[in-house]
């Protein structure tokens, strides 16, 4: 039954590479890694009711799993290529099976990766995703780039996945219906990753980070590795009209803050080429809104209140 169902998805996730001299179907896969290119590689786990709502569609399942990781590849500047996938079920569902498969190689297909290869084993719900990259040698977005001076900006919108998210566990009365109900449901079971954005931003940014675990918090990892403080103007922050028209502009804006989940790109821009980022992620049709500052005296702080307290961000192993 194992092999059925791997060969379930691999029937849906082909995506042919030239770099893949061989995929799926052997103890280990071969790959070409291009000349002249750096291999950036990351993982993350997700765990039915921890990393998304056991109300959530298979196929919204496969997206996401394979969008957060794509959006650490965007976060470093890096141009996606593989990916293996360890599948994690409580017992062989085809059906299951076939969801996660499709919303996996939807994402897939938008950005040429092939999966190359993973595991099957039985157990309570959850996927592991790796994908691998390319950026060319000294090119890759950091977090720890961030220079006094430095603008601070974000794409997109923030805080519509926390809002999604609240919907479902009852904070208002999810309504299917409603328009703002089901684009807030719909950034948190599929998220964007900014790959366009990441690869535009090389040369331009000095700092890069994917907001996953809130504003406050992934702002804190590079005010950390950079040595620097960030100060934040909560005015400036793009919210989207479904946000506010649901919960309000004050709630929206906690939100934003520490709400995490969006998986879009924060990142700092040296003052002589902020109008060069503005233009460059206009021409691709992806909002950048300029959202404070980088400051010398270390950690975050918002403009006109101060600091703020240690935003730890989600922790599985709190205590």
């Known amino acids: 039954m194992e092999f059925r169902l791997i060969d379930r998805i691999r029937e849906r996730t082909a995506q042919p590479r030239g770099d893949v001299r061989l995929g799926i179907g052997d103890d280990a896969a071969l790959l070409a890694v291009p000349p002249g290119q750096e291999l950036a590689v990351a993982i993350d786990t ?85 994908v691998h990259g390319f950026v060319p040698p000294g090119q890759a977005l950091t977090r720890s780039g961030a220079c006094v ?94 946000l506010c028209a649901v919960f309000g502009e004050a709630d929206a804006r906690k939100f934003a803050l520490s709400g995490g989940d969006d998986y879009e790109l924060c990142f700092t821009v040296p003052p002589a080429h902020i109008a060069a980022v503005q233009v460059t992620l206009a021409d691709l049709g992806c909002r950048a809104t300029r959202i404070g500052r980088v400051v010398e005296e270390q950690g975050v702080s918002l403009a006109g209140i101060g600091p703020v307290p240690h935003q730890r961000g989600w922790d599985h192993f709190p205590g």
């Open 149 to 242: 001076g430095d603008a601070v900006f974000v794409t997109g919108t923030l805080g519509d996945a926390a809002g999604g998210l609240r919907l479902v566990q009852g904070g208002r009365p999810f309504d299917p219906a409603d328009e703002s109900h089901r684009s807030l449901r719909a950034r948190l079971d599929r998220p964007v990753p900014r790959v366009r954005a990441g690869l535009a931003l090389r040369g331009l940014a000095h700092a890069c980070i994917d907001v996953s675990d809130g504003l406050l918090a992934d702002l804190g990892h590079v005010c950390a590795a950079s040595g620097v403080g960030v100060e934040v103007d909560r005015g400036a922050l793009p919210l989207s009209a479904a």
């Open 46 to 130: 997700l765990v039915e009711g921890v990393h998304f709502p056991l109300s959530t569609a298979p196929a919204d399942v496969g997206w996401k799993a394979l969008a957060v990781n794509l959006s650490d590849l965007a976060a470093m500047g890096a141009l996606p290529a593989w990916a293996l996938l360890a599948l994690t079920l409580p017992h062989a569902d085809a059906a299951r099976v076939d969801g996660v498969a499709e919303g996996f190689a939807q994402l897939a297909r938008q950005h040429g990766v092939a999966l190359v290869g993973g595991d099957t084993t039985r157990g309570p719900f959850c996927l592991s995703v790796a």
